[in-house]
């Protein structure tokens, strides 16, 4: 089975006006809803550092 992306568009709580085009990783992409609390997580790739978005733990049970 191929890998399954959840494509997001994430909101920023410190800056509501600022809305990241991203990824969410780390959970069953059947569990992802909107208004999920999520984390900032960073990928590694070569030179860069891409910022993906992993469910908040501590918000959701």
Do not use: K, W
Request: hydrophobic share 45%.
């Amino acid at each position: 089975m191929p890998e399954r992306y959840v494509i997001a568009l994430v909101e920023l709580v410190e800056q509501p006006d600022i809305r990241l085009m991203t990824n969410i990783v780390h959970c069953d992409p059947n569990s992802v809803y909107i208004g999920m609390p999520v984390q900032v997580v960073f990928e590694e790739d070569e030179d860069v550092a891409l910022p993906l978005f992993e469910p908040d733990t501590e918000t959701v049970g």
